[in-house]
T-cell receptor, first 112, second 117 residues
Framework: KQEVTQIPAALSVPEGENLVLNCSFT??????LQWFRQDPGKGLTSLLL?????REQTSGRLNASLDKSSGRSTLYIAASQPGDSATYLC???????????FGKGTRLHILP | NAGVTQTPKFRVLKTGQSMTLLCAQD?????MYWYRQDPGMGLRLIHY???????AKGEVPDGYNVSRLKKQNFLLGLESAAPSQTSVYFC????????????????FGPGTRLTVL
């Protein structure tokens, strides 16, 4: 059974710092991995999607990497801003049945 | 494009009552999903559909039924609501054959907050 783990559960950093969020998964038979952002009381917004054959994706200040063999992904946020404060979730899509399994998220707080 | 919409936004039920949550998408997506989100549990997949007329069970399907009679709509039903079904329910869709849209990216609705007393 696929398990997706995100560490840490919560993180506070001063504005301007670069930071890394971690996601690990136990079953490497994935089709893709996505990173989402969720603001309090809102739905999820997709940030980056990495296909299983890719190593990384970049969008603005965000860079996501994928190491499928070791079951790990990281989301790198450069020059953090208070507006980056949110919960970040990663999710994997399984090859065999298209199910999508989410981690529990990392709650990020950027201190002004 | 409205994207993914959910109806209703809020609902309070009594134990044993039934209701249907409606999800609609206007992006011509093939895949649609229903999740529930609970504190400390993250997002868990209830049911999903990979095309019109098809449905499949997710991680936590018990107590729920779904139907996908039209490609743009995915309905989630609770036949006899229980307090354990108090949660925030999210619908999502993905996979459009339209090359102008990002394939595989999931688009989420704003959620339905359900309380069962």
């Amino acid at each position: 059974k696929q398990e997706v783990t995100q560490i840490p559960a919560a993180l506070s950093v001063p504005e301007g710092e670069n930071l890394v969020l971690n996601c690990s998964f136990t079953d490497s038979a994935i089709y893709n991995l996505q990173w989402f952002r969720q603001d309090p009381g809102k739905g999820l917004t997709s940030l980056l999607l990495i296909q299983s054959s890719q190593r990384e994706q970049t969008s603005g200040r965000l860079n996501a990497s994928l190491d499928k063999s070791s079951g790990r992904s990281t989301l790198y946020i450069a020059a953090s801003q208070p507006g980056d404060s949110a919960t970040y979730l990663c999710a994997v899509t399984m090859n065999r049945d298209d199910k999508i399994i989410f981690g529990k998220g990392t709650r990020l707080h950027i201190l002004p | 494009n409205a994207g993914v919409t959910q109806t209703p936004k809020f609902r309070v039920l009594k134990t044993g009552q039934s209701m249907t949550l409606l999800c609609a998408q206007d992006m011509n997506h093939e895949y649609m999903y229903w999740y529930r989100q609970d504190p400390g549990m993250g997002l868990r997949l209830i049911h999903y559909s990979v095309g019109e007329g098809t449905t499949a069970k997710g991680e936590v399907p018990d107590g729920y039924n779904v139907s996908r009679l039209k490609k743009q709509n995915f309905l989630l039903g609770l036949e006899s609501a229980a307090p354990s079904q108090t949660s925030v329910y999210f619908c999502a869709s993905s996979y459009s054959p339209d090359p102008a849209l990002l394939k595989d990216t999931q688009y989420f609705g704003p959620g339905t907050r359900l309380t069962v007393l």
